[in-house]
């Protein structure tokens, strides 16, 4: 039978670099074929190639068997091929209906758009994803699963028979997943072609019908799922075993020694209180679904939101923390959710970056910068974090996210900190760095450093954290130590005490 | 084999790397460009290349230089300062005015430089402590700052300064033209600020990312709000030097002087969505101008015409540097 999609031996170069190749994946109508590999295994290219974004240096793409030219998304989107990106290419300010027929509105006999007809169109559309949607509301006040499904609406009615699903499960609930996972296998069922990233093995088993695992720009392993284990193919992935992503569990908590406590906290004058105690050399999780006021109590006890009401101890002394800057003097850092829009200034080196809030170091009595220090002390605080760049000059866009993290991080090194706040510290990371950034952690502990980690993955809470704060719906609803820490309970309470 | 083979041509490969750094700069396009333009108008015109045309040249360039080194600023974050050339004129018009009030020439320089220093400061308020948009915050108070002159001045230029006045404008100084001298000035404090110190990095990191420098812990707004003064600051140093060189207070003086500065920062290779820029490059961009200002006057070109050709120029300037930069 043929497939649908049969890319040939694809390669493809950068300058300084080759990207793929001889890379070769079939995609059949009707199954949802995994696409696994670190970050920088060429995955994004090989997907930017197929939506015409990029061209191939070598190699053939083939539709129904055809040989086609894609020498722009256009091209690709004519024969068929939809891509649902990480960021979504949405307009926040129209709605479903204006969102999916943009650029393609339906006219009446007069000229005139033809608003009922395009309703229709896409109530029909939304039908065949078994979802309902608001059709008249503005999608930035919609959620990001509903906001995901309408682009995947707007691919089918451009008559895409294959969709290319980046990371789509990155920025959703588990609930939010399992719908999207119920819609995938309804368009399986009629016969859609889909490619599937992510670097969620448990997702991949729930839906995907064929792996293929790229390495370092080459493929290294296609089976079917069933015909393998997730270790099998982390394994393949990182071209080593992994046995243990986790540093060995040790506590490094001084449980008599409060470092902060945040006696109570009010975001907004009606809000709920918190009260918390954070201790030396302890790490902190909060745990709950996205949107449950994680990050929300972070950037209002670092000021970077004006809190309603905020009364906080550091080391027992009442501090006032107004802004970012009075946090730092304090010894509190904050690593932001999303490092490419609020913790890198992207245009800047790694040293650049790096330096940026400790600038004053490198200045003798005029306040001028010594540039020599600041990279002898950029170039240390890299190899501190492993950072894998050519050198502090190196252009932070550059590197991979993982690497991105890590400079991050250093940052905060360069600073006598006393407690880090972790957002999300590995969202989007493979796996070979989560675990250096992992190891990162306990090694700042172990220094007395105290870390809350803010994270939605499960494995992580339960591997990292020493306790964990669960949110629910803007209030902790409980706090699990011990024998009370597990996935079961981090859930039972992170919805809300209704399931289980 | 790679130890012996790379050693020969180890200090070519610098050289290269060294150019190749050099491209990457933002000042590279613009140089280029200054360099075309100026041996361009050399060949065309005879007069172009003696020394008084060009000391004419540089001393005219000035003004919008000075000005442009406190655009670059607003630029660089991100922001943009369109009160310029009306602050100019304000500030002009108050020196003049108090000097011949009686009020001695020191005081009423520092007074009218201050006054431009605070006008800028006034538009960093609404720009960093309410957040308001720099161009509508700046296109109220271009208004403001104008209506401000003609009130003060009643419409019409102040004339009778003090003959010690002209110094600025049309003296020198060590053999060198003041207003010349005042540019090198500025642009010596504006390159030590952006590339030696932490406030210039602040500068461009807020350019690159606003939300991310906040959260690391940087004062943002305190930082915009200095660079709207500075803004004020060089523009009322451009004032002064006017004031000086026409030996009057003109209300009206400084008319489309924001267009011809961010013409200039632009020219110089920075880019308009901020973090991206060099200091000299502004510098190179306003000589650019200067150079076809003059050129194209030495040449009879009627004044409607040049218009038009120094806005394809700059049209033609800004496409080939958006393509050439990564």
């Known amino acids: 039978m043929t497939p649908l999609l049969s890319l040939q031996h694809i390669s493809k170069s950068f300058p300084g670099v080759k990207a793929l190749t001889d890379v070769s994946l079939d995609v059949h109508a009707g199954e949802v074929h995994a696409l696994l590999g670190e970050n920088g295994a060429g995955k994004s290219t090989l997907m930017k190639i197929l939506c015409g974004i990029y061209q191939q240096d070598e190699g053939d793409i083939l539709i129904d068997g055809e040989v086609r030219h894609f020498h722009g998304y256009q091209d690709a989107l004519e024969a068929g091929v939809g891509i649902i990106f990480q960021e979504f290419s949405l307009i926040p300010d129209l709605d479903a209906v204006d969102n999916i027929f943009l650029g393609r509105e339906k006219r009446n006999r007069f000229g005139l758009r033809d608003r009922s007809a395009m309703a229709r169109e896409a109530q029909h559309l939304l039908e065949r994803l078994k979802v309902s949607i608001p059709l008249n509301c503005p999608i930035a006040e919609l959620s990001v699963a509903d906001q995901q499904f309408i682009e995947i609406a707007k691919a089918l009615s451009l008559d895409a028979r294959l969709l290319v699903l980046d990371e789509p499960t990155a920025t959703l609930t588990p609930s939010e997943a399992d719908h999207l996972f119920a819609i995938m296998r309804e368009l399986r069922e009629q016969a859609v072609g889909m490619v599937f990233i992510s670097h969620h093995m448990e997702e991949i088993f729930t839906i995907c019908d064929r792996v293929t695992v790229m390495r370092d720009g080459e493929k290294v392993h296609d089976c079917e799922t069933a015909a393998t284990t997730p270790d099998d193919l982390i394994e393949k992935m990182v071209g080593r075993r992994v046995d243990n992503i986790f540093p060995d569990y040790r506590c490094d908590a001084v449980w008599d020694d409060v470092v902060l406590d945040i006696e109570s906290l009010r975001l907004e004058a009606e809000s709920p209180e918190h009260s918390l105690k954070l201790h030396r050399g302890e790490i902190l999780g909060f745990a709950g679904l996205v949107g449950s006021g994680r990050t929300e109590l972070a950037m209002g006890l670092i000021g970077a939101t004006r809190p309603a009401h905020a009364s906080v101890k550091m080391e027992g002394r009442p501090v006032r923390l107004r802004h970012p800057a009075s946090a730092l003097k304090q010894g509190i850092g904050l690593l932001p959710e999303s490092r490419k829009t609020q913790g890198l200034i992207l245009p800047f080196s790694c040293r650049d970056n790096i330096s940026l809030n400790n600038l004053s170091q490198f200045q003798g009595t005029l306040p001028l910068i010594s540039r020599r220090q600041e990279s002898l002390a950029a170039e240390k605080l890299m190899a501190s974090v492993r950072v894998k760049a050519p050198g502090p000059e190196t252009a932070v866009g550059d590197l991979s996210g993982g690497n991105q993290q890590k400079v991050v991080i250093a940052r905060w090194l360069g600073h006598q900190c006393k407690v880090l706040i972790f957002d999300e510290p590995t969202r989007g990371i493979d796996v070979g760095a989560k675990s250096e950034i992992y190891a990162l952690m306990k090694e700042l502990t172990a220094k007395g450093v105290s870390i809350i980690m803010i994270s939605s993955e499960l494995p992580e809470v339960l591997g990292l954290c020493d306790r964990a704060a669960v949110f629910y719906h803007g209030q902790i609803a409980a706090e699990l130590q011990g024998d009370d820490l597990s996935s079961q309970s981090i859930m039972h309470h992170a919805t809300g005490g209704l399931s289980l | ?326």
């Open chain 2, 1 to 326: 084999m790679s130890q012996l083979a790379s050693k020969p041509g180890t200090s070519r490969s610098s050289f290269k790397t060294r150019l190749d750094g050099w491209r990457r700069t933002p000042v590279f396009y613009p140089l280029i460009g200054f360099i075309v333009v100026f041996i361009a108008m050399a060949l065309i015109n005879e007069n172009f290349l003696t020394a008084s045309n060009q000391i004419n040249l540089a001393r005219q360039a000035s003004i919008i230089a000075i000005i442009a080194a406190g655009m670059s600023l607003a630029i660089l974050t991100g922001g943009i300062d369109l009160s310029v050339g009306p602050v100019m004129a304000l500030s002009g018009t108050l020196m003049a005015g108090l000097m011949v009030a009686g009020v001695p020439m020191p005081v009423a320089i520092l007074l009218g430089v201050l006054v431009g220093a605070a006008f800028g400061a006034f538009n960093g308020v609404f720009v960093a402590f309410a957040g308001m948009p720099p161009i509508i915050v700046t296109l109220a108070t271009m208004g403001i700052a104008r209506g401000l002159g003609l009130i003060y001045t009643g419409g019409y230029p102040i004339s009778g300064l003090p003959a010690d006045f002209a110094f600025f404008g049309r003296g020198t100084l060590a053999g060198i033209e003041m207003p010349i001298l005042i540019m090198i000035a500025v642009y010596a404090i504006g390159y030590v600020l952006l590339g030696h110190t932490a406030t210039g990095r602040y500068l461009y990191a807020i350019g690159g990312n606003e939300e991310a420098t906040r959260l690391s812990g940087i004062r943002v707004s305190r930082y915009k709000l200095l660079v709207y003064a500075l803004s004020g600051t060089t523009a009322a140093i451009a004032g002064l030097i006017l004031t000086s060189r026409l030996m009057s207070g003109q209300p009206n003086a400084g008319i489309g002087f924001e267009l011809d500065a961010i013409a200039a920062v632009v020219l110089g290779g920075a880019a308009i969505t901020g973090g991206r820029g060099m200091i000299l490059g502004t510098l190179v961009g306003a000589m650019l101008l200067g150079v076809l200002n003059n050129g194209l006057n030495l040449m009879g070109v009627s004044p409607y015409l040049q218009n038009v050709i120094k806005g394809l120029i700059i049209l033609l300037a800004i496409y080939i540097s958006r393509k050439r930069t990564p």
